[in-house]
């Protein structure tokens, strides 16, 4: 059973316009968030967290935000550019000493594609 | 910058045969996982270590081993490979931020 959802596979967007990555999780012992990126014949590479004692983390373009009673991530891109075509996985985990400590629950990832 | 290195990008093997994946990471890290990337499911945890010589089962770990000797060097084995273990194989390394880890460029395994 997927614990952490992606639901939209694709996302397209102009460039300069906001990008809005969504990811929904089930599992409330989900203390840490993450976003990863990865290009085509690459690995994931690591872009943004956040803890779930914040609702907001912000790194530059990349703004993640954190809605527990929803149970509900976002990943907000802003300006978009073409270098930010990739999928994206948002991943969660449950803490160390908790079930599921040092695992990474990876949702199904978002292809985004910012068209110039 | 975290090195995390595989041993091959693309690999094809028979049915039956016992398939070697390799890992290296550079930056002394005590945790590394082995992940399978398939359509529509994301990345999945097989294996996971802590420390030499130590490994935890993750959420599909039938049919893999691994073994862990060094603590640069994370092996995943399949025993006998089949056909619906063709998959992309992740090996990730982190450090004291455990949650931040560092994936190799994966192996495209596909088996026949």
């Known amino acids: 059973d997927q614990q952490v959802k992606q639901n939209s596979p694709s996302l397209s967007v102009q460039e300069g316009r906001i990008s809005i990555l969504n990811c929904d999780y089930t599992?409330?012992?989900?203390?840490?968030f993450l976003w990863y990126k990865k290009y085509p014949a690459e690995g994931p590479t690591f872009l943004i967290s956040?803890?779930?004692?914040?609702d907001k983390n912000e790194d530059g373009r990349f703004t993640v935000f954190l809605n527990k009673s929803a149970k509900h991530l976002s990943l907000h891109i802003v300006p978009s550019q073409p270098g930010d075509s990739a999928v994206y996985f948002c991943?969660?985990?449950?803490?160390?000493?908790?079930?599921?400590?040092?695992?990474?629950?990876f949702g199904t990832g978002t292809r985004l594609t910012v068209i110039p | 910058d975290v090195k995390v290195t595989q041993s091959s990008r693309y690999l094809v093997k028979r049915t039956g045969e016992k398939v070697f994946l390799e890992c290296v990471q550079d930056?002394?890290?005590?945790?590394m996982f082995w992940y399978r990337q398939d359509p529509g499911l994301g990345l999945r945890l097989i294996y996971f270590?802590?420390?030499?010589?130590?490994?935890e089962k993750g959420d599909i770990p039938e049919g893999y081993s691994v073994s862990r000797e060094k603590k640069e060097r994370f092996s995943l084995i399949l025993e006998s490979a089949s056909t619906n273990q063709t998959s992309m194989y992740l090996c990730?390394?982190?450090?004291?931020?455990?949650?931040?880890?560092?994936f190799g460029p994966g192996t495209r395994l596909t088996v026949t």
């Open positions: 990730a390394s982190s450090g004291g931020r455990v949650y931040e880890q560092y």
């Open positions: 599992n409330s012992m989900f203390d840490y």
């Open positions: 956040i803890s779930s004692i914040k």
């Open positions: 991943a969660a985990s449950g803490g160390i000493g908790q079930t599921g400590a040092n695992n990474l629950f």
């Open positions: 930056m002394d890290h005590e945790n």
């Open positions: 270590s802590y420390d030499v010589k130590m490994k």
